[in-house]
């Protein structure tokens, strides 16, 4: 199938994903869509037996170009309903394993799209089993998000990722003060990677873009768990010997 195929969302959706006043946003939202993939399939993160995780995947900018792409399933989700209503219009009836979903979720963009949602960020559980996803997204999500609320995000996506699973996500720094400008939020790098360290996840800076900085985390297996699996291994063996199978 042929991405571009798929119409564009309306001009005021590609505004608010793209940001500013672009007098090109189409080849923006195009340029940026294209880039976020390219990452992806560079970190194998898309593979034919991935379940797949967009968090505030807005209205399709990076599922646009993963529909042409072998995944297991794809899952965005975000708090403004148009944009997933949008999505459920144009996407998911071309590619029925990708399902979009629309949670009320408070956040500051709603002073820009009237979106103004009913439950605190740092309160939503994510409404998936734990362990459910092998690969997650968060494209210029952090950027909009207080540490307070991308911390419990973390935590979420901890328990919803697969040990062995990957994030990309990007974040805005500040060499100064953190501080906010508008809908955006700049970290203090420090007390970002600190976060991410806490929440359990490796952490490794892949680049900067257009002050985006990406980064993919990984879940390792926890110490517990690795001693759990120690205990498995040793009773395997066990049976191996009992079993005569060398
Ligand atoms: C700059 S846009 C990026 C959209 C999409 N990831 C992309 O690359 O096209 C930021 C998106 O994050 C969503 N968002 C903001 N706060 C959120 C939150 N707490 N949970 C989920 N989505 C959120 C917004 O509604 C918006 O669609």
């Known amino acids: 199938m042929d991405d ?3 119409p564009f969302p309306p001009e005021d959706f590609m505004r608010l994903v793209c940001g500013g006043n672009d007098p090109n946003v189409a080849e923006h939202f195009i340029w940026a869509g294209k880039l976020v993939t390219a990452m992806l399939r560079d ?3 898309i593979l034919p037996d991935t379940c797949f995780l967009d968090v505030g995947c ?4 990076v599922a646009r170009y993963l529909m042409n792409m072998p995944l297991q399933s794809y899952t965005g989700f975000d708090r403004h309903s148009g944009m997933i209503q949008w999505c459920r219009q144009e996407i998911t009836p071309l590619a029925p394993h ?3 979903h629309c949670f009320e979720i408070k956040s500051v963009y709603s002073q820009t799209d009237g979106e103004y949602g009913k439950i605190e960020a740092d309160d939503f559980c994510f409404p998936f089993a734990d362990n459910s996803f092998d690969a997650a997204l968060l494209a210029s999500v952090f950027t909009h998000m207080p540490l307070k609320e991308s911390a419990h995000y973390l935590y979420e996506l901890y ?3 697969k040990p062995g699973g990957k994030i990309l996500l990007s974040v805005f720094f500040s060499d100064r003060e953190p501080y906010r400008e508008n809908a955006n939020f700049y970290y203090d790098s420090k007390e970002f990677l600190k976060m991410v360290g806490a929440s359990g996840f490796d952490y490794r800076f892949r680049e900067t873009l257009y002050q985006h900085n990406w980064y993919i985390l990984s879940k390792q297996i926890k110490p517990f768990e690795k001693y759990h699996y120690y205990i498995l291994a040793q009773d395997l063996r066990a049976y191996c010997r009992k079993q005569d199978f060398g």
């Open 4 to 6: 571009e195929k798929i």
């Open 43 to 45: 970190e194998k993160m």
């Open 58 to 61: 807005g209205c399709g900018r």
């Open 98 to 100: 990708f399902i979009f």
């Open 159 to 161: 328990r919803v990722v």
